[in-house]
């Protein structure tokens, strides 16, 4: 094993940025020794108590975060209304968005664990940082239908609408092959469970802060990501924060809905990600739409809640 150890600057990066999306076990789970943890921290060249310290912080955060959430009354009240069933197993199939240790997909575990009277639910995080709907589909048997899943969250689109430095002219990946991919995923999981999927639409991103991280060789504008809303939106099953309004605050949403800007404390310094406030909301509203929604008619595109102040 390599005696590598992160300089002090490459430990500071990990521990206050890339460690919660850098999880080497989902990225390549065929490597020989990948379940080692000690040899997934010398990799990252720091000791394995390290790296376990700091998965552990992150799995606070987001427990501490649901124990927040469910002060909120109306969070409370809507989760004794969700459409799960005890022996359900779901799965959350995305990018680094959801493979975040701290992020929405943790924190909804923990609010369903924490505020139901014995749940009995099976979580299963299926996010691998950085996919585009593309790279997402390769693994769809091995992360998706291999666990016999009952309900499927698909949050895929953010990574699709890069634009690559060296080709800033279009997409990385176009409109017709997102929407290609998705019709797969939809008739794919169709086949094993008889449950609505739940479509997750992408946050905005904030392109001036993600223009100053050295990291990426990309860009993401509102233009493409609203592009990938509206494919999203004409979905069938549970289409949670069709307008991509999650990340503003109350105050900020126009009365036709299409807001102001977002606010900067619910990302990471890159603009991307969201911070742990911005996880918050996005369980919020994925249990709002999963409480409120109806269903008028078998296998139909589920209406906007009552109290959805968007556009129709």
């Given at each position: 094993?390599?005696?590598?150890?992160?300089?002090?600057?490459?430990?500071?990066?990990?521990?206050?940025?890339?460690?919660?999306?850098?999880?080497?076990?989902?990225?390549?789970?065929?490597?020989?020794?990948?379940?080692?943890?000690?040899?997934?921290?010398?990799?990252?060249?720091?000791?394995?108590?390290?790296?376990?310290?700091?998965?552990?912080?992150?799995?606070?955060?987001?427990?501490?975060?649901?124990?927040?959430?469910?002060?909120?009354?109306?969070?409370?009240?809507?989760?004794?209304?969700?459409?799960?069933?005890?022996?359900?197993?779901?799965?959350?199939?995305?990018?680094?968005?959801?493979?975040?240790?701290?992020?929405?997909?943790?924190?909804?575990?923990?609010?369903?664990?924490?505020g139901l009277e014995d749940p009995e639910l099976s979580f299963i995080n299926s996010g691998v940082s950085y996919d585009t709907s593309t790279d997402a589909?390769?693994?769809?048997?091995?992360?998706?239908?291999?666990?016999?899943?009952?309900?499927?969250?698909?949050?895929?689109?953010?990574?699709?609408?890069?634009?690559?430095?060296?080709?800033?002219?279009?997409?990385?990946?176009?409109?017709?092959?997102?929407?290609?991919?998705?019709?797969?995923?939809?008739?794919?999981?169709?086949?094993?469970?008889?449950?609505?999927?739940?479509?997750?639409?992408?946050?905005?991103?904030?392109?001036?802060?993600?223009?100053?991280?050295?990291?990426?060789?990309?860009?993401?504008?509102?233009?493409?990501?609203?592009?990938?809303?509206?494919?999203?939106?004409?979905?069938?099953?549970?289409?949670?924060?069709?307008?991509?309004?999650?990340?503003?605050?109350?105050?900020?949403?126009?009365?036709?809905?299409?807001?102001?800007?977002?606010?900067?404390?619910?990302?990471?310094?890159?603009?991307?990600?969201?911070?742990?406030?911005?996880?918050?909301?996005?369980?919020?509203?994925?249990?709002?739409?999963?409480?409120?929604?109806?269903?008028?008619?078998?296998?139909?595109?589920?209406?906007?809640?009552?109290?959805?102040?968007?556009?129709?």
């Amino acid at each position: 094993m390599s005696d590598y150890k992160a300089t002090e600057e490459e430990a500071e990066v990990l521990e206050k940025y890339l460690l919660q999306f850098l999880n080497l076990e989902k990225r390549y789970p065929l490597l020989p020794g990948i379940e080692n943890e000690e040899a997934i921290a010398g990799l990252m060249g720091i000791e394995r108590e390290k790296l376990l310290k700091l998965r552990d912080r992150f799995a606070s955060n987001a427990r501490q975060a649901a124990v927040e959430l469910l002060e909120d009354p109306e969070v409370a009240e809507w989760i004794e209304e969700l459409p799960f069933e005890p022996g359900d197993t779901i799965v959350a199939f995305g990018d680094s968005i959801t493979d975040d240790l701290q992020g929405w997909f943790k924190i909804f575990e923990n609010v369903l664990e924490i505020g139901l009277e014995d749940p009995e639910l099976s979580f299963i995080n299926s996010g691998v940082s950085y996919d585009t709907s593309t790279d997402a589909l390769k693994r769809l048997n091995r992360d998706v239908l291999d666990h016999e899943p009952d309900w499927v969250i698909v949050a895929l689109g953010t990574f699709d609408a890069q634009r690559l430095h060296v080709a800033p002219d279009r997409p990385l990946v176009s409109l017709a092959d997102y929407w290609e991919n998705l019709n797969t995923i939809e008739s794919t999981v169709s086949e094993i469970t008889d449950n609505p999927l739940i479509w997750m639409t992408p946050p905005p991103v904030i392109t001036e802060m993600l223009q100053q991280i050295p990291l990426f060789n990309f860009d993401l504008f509102e233009e493409d990501l609203s592009r990938i809303r509206e494919i999203l939106t004409g979905k069938k099953g549970y289409i949670v924060d069709p307008l991509g309004e999650r990340m503003k605050e109350d105050d900020e949403h126009d009365e036709d809905g299409a807001g102001q800007d977002v606010a900067a404390w619910n990302y990471l310094s890159d603009g991307l990600h969201p911070s742990l406030s911005g996880h918050v909301n996005t369980v919020k509203e994925l249990i709002r739409f999963l409480a409120l929604a109806k269903d008028p008619e078998e296998g139909s595109s589920f209406e906007t809640p009552d109290d959805y102040e968007g556009e129709s």
